[in-house]
């Protein structure tokens, strides 16, 4: 069943292309086995040659935009690929890491999302992309064990991070299973 919203300026490129090529071709033909008589060249040219070469070329501009389109969207699956091995990770240094702008990182991240290349959910209080599943066996830290520095931070089991404070490396313990 094809879709309900199909408009004349919403198609494939290859029907522009090749409805427009065949209806350049049948004028061209038209007038080429005639012999350019002028009564012909009246009904050929407007009739034939100008919206078969309209649409030849308007053809041309969707096909570009295609390929324009595809090109974005292997770069965003290329992007939601890269972010799939990480649990968590800061939006800076996704936007570092990526050599984007932040706001980048982040619009591409969304588009990610909401395409579905990649499932998983912006954590505005810690600044930090955590991909789904990964929230379930978060551990959160308040002090740091070496300095008593309160750090506030959501971390996964065995996961290490260095303390603001004392810049000591801090080990995550393993999540107790609740009752």
């Known amino acids: 069943m094809p879709p309900k919203n199909v408009s004349l300026w919403h198609m494939d490129s290859e029907v522009y292309l090749l409805t427009g090529g ?19 060249l009246a009904m050929c040219v407007p009739a034939g040659i100008v919206p ?14 295609e390929i324009d389109e595809r090109k974005a969207d292997e770069a965003l699956r290329a992007f939601a690929a890269y ?3 990480y649990r968590r990770i800061g939006l800076d240094d996704l936007a570092r890491n990526t050599g984007r702008t932040r ?17 998983g ?7 930090e992309f955590v991909t789904e599943g990964g929230t ?3 551990v959160f830290l308040g002090k740091c064990p070496h300095c008593g520095g309160i750090v506030n931070r959501w971390a996964f089991p065995e996961e290490a991070f260095t303390c ?7 080990s995550v313990p393993a999540a107790t299973p609740s009752k």
């Open 121 to 127: 959910v912006i954590d505005r209080a810690a600044q």
């Open 22 to 40: 065949f209806v350049l071709g049948m004028a061209a033909m038209m007038l080429f086995l005639t012999g350019f008589e002028s009564v012909l």
């Open 164 to 170: 603001p404070f004392c810049e000591r490396p801090v």
């Open 136 to 138: 379930s066996a978060d």
């Open 103 to 119: 706001m980048q990182a982040e619009h591409d991240l969304g588009d990610a999302i909401a395409r579905g290349y990649l499932r």
């Open 52 to 65: 078969g070469a309209i649409a030849v070329a308007y053809g041309v501009v969707v096909r570009l935009r």
């Open 83 to 85: 972010l799939k091995p």
